[in-house]
């Protein structure tokens, strides 16, 4: 996203790391995102309420390559190396995929994909509890069309009103 950014491809990106402020305005999102590990509703670790490292050491693990480099390791800190990443995905909807058909276990944020009642799947918070902060960017200087700058402004107000 970011590389479309620059390249001016896009006007706005949402990115889930603090922006480069040299280079970019944002907004920050007040919500966060929580991580979960997505698994099949009738995995043993599914009657957990939340999930602990230990829970996963050895398991094999389905997850963003951005998210492994940055995000599970503020989580598990040392154990990191413990981890068994699986796969990578660009995508929670094609990672869920790969947990319906018993690939692995894929640690994500919630809500992201369907665990609801009529899923075969179902989400568990880490814990400690792991959370990502969202920003909405764009380039400094930025000369926008009409109605992106109408977009930016409400997009503004409307974050503005949640806080």
């Excluded at 994909?113 to 400094?140: A, H, N, V």
């Amino acid at each position: 996203m970011i590389e479309r950014l620059d390249r001016g491809l896009i006007d706005f990106a949402v990115i889930v790391e603090p922006p480069n402020l040299s280079k970019y305005n944002y907004i920050e999102v007040p919500e966060t995102n929580v991580w979960g590990l997505v698994m099949k509703k009738d995995d043993p670790l599914a009657l957990k309420k939340k999930i602990e490292i230990q829970d996963i050491i050895g398991l094999p693990l389905i997850c963003s390559a951005q998210a492994m480099k940055v995000d599970i390791p503020r989580w598990c800190g040392e154990y990191i190396d413990r981890l068994n990443l699986s796969g990578t995905i660009n995508l929670a909807y094609n990672g869920s995929i790969l947990v319906k058909e018993g690939a692995g276990y894929m640690l994500t944020f919630d809500k992201l994909i369907d665990t609801g009642m009529d899923s075969s799947l179902t989400f568990r918070q880490l814990y400690p509890t792991l959370e990502t902060k969202m920003y909405i960017i764009w380039k400094k200087y930025q000369v926008f069309t009409p109605i992106a700058e109408l977009l930016i402004n409400e997009m503004k107000n409307e974050l503005k009103q949640t806080q």
